[in-house]
Structure formats: structure tokens, C-alpha cells
Nanobody, 126 residues
Framework: QVQLVESGGGLVQAGGSLRLSCASS????????MGWFRQAPGKEREFIIA????????YYADSVKGRFTISRDNAKKTVYLQMNSLKPEDTAVYYC???????????????????WGQGTQVTVSS
């Protein structure tokens, strides 16, 4: 079992920044890859970014390249999502997720992930 808890969401003006955190407990954190997804009202949950178990590889959706970065601290069992140059269209509930498959080479689909956090709201005002 893996428990994930997101924090750091809130209201920010367009052009601003936020950093989300996702704290993990349960299994050894360094044994699973982590991803972030988001879901806006009336839309499907979409992949935005992921990081490998070691942190050596990252994967981005085109919509966030150059603006969002992901990092992890395996000692603190936490993954971070740094969001810069935020736009109103970034408004959504943001979820972190854990991929426990050691042989996985796919991180872009929600079906690639085994555990999810409860989500944190990010609202970007224009």
C-alpha cells in the first residue's frame, strides 16, 4: 500500500508560481516512479509530468514544457511540482500518482499508475 498526500495548491494570479508537494508513505519511495495529473471541470484527467524512480529521467506533456518542473527527494519521500508562468487554463485539481511497476516504460496514461492522492485545487486568475 502507498498513501499519497498533496499540498501547496491555492489561488494565484496569471504569470505567478506555485509549488505542489506530494508526500508518500507505505512502500519504499525510491522504488516507484511518480507522476502528476490534473483535471479541470468537465474534462478528462490529463497527464502533465512524471519522474523516474531515481529522478534521472523526466517526462513532460507539451502543454507544460518550459513552465513546469518535477523533482523528488527520496530521503523525504516527497515529489514536487514547480509551476511557473501559470495561465488561467492551468486551473484544475492536481493529483500525484505512483507507478509501482519496476519494468514500466510508460508514464503518460492514468492507467500506468497504481495509487493516487486526493488532489489539490489550483486556481489561476486572469
Amino acid at each position: 500500500q502507498v498513501q499519497l498526500v498533496e499540498s501547496g495548491g491555492g489561488l494565484v494570479q496569471a504569470g505567478g508560481s506555485l509549488r505542489l508537494s506530494c508526500a508518500s508513505s507505505g512502500r519504499t519511495f525510491s522504488t516507484y516512479a511518480m507522476g502528476w495529473f490534473r483535471q479541470a471541470p468537465g474534462k478528462e484527467r490529463e497527464f502533465i509530468i512524471a519522474i523516474s524512480r531515481s529522478g534521472g529521467r523526466t517526462y513532460y506533456a507539451d502543454s507544460v514544457k518550459g513552465r513546469f518542473t518535477i523533482s523528488r527527494d527520496n530521503a523525504k519521500k516527497t515529489v514536487y511540482l514547480q509551476m511557473n508562468s501559470l495561465k488561467p487554463e492551468d486551473t484544475a485539481v492536481y493529483y500525484c500518482a505512483a507507478n509501482l511497476d519496476p519494468n514500466s516504460s510508460s508514464y503518460y496514461s492514468r492507467h500506468d499508475y497504481d495509487y493516487w492522492g486526493q488532489g489539490t485545487q489550483v486556481t489561476v486568475s486572469s
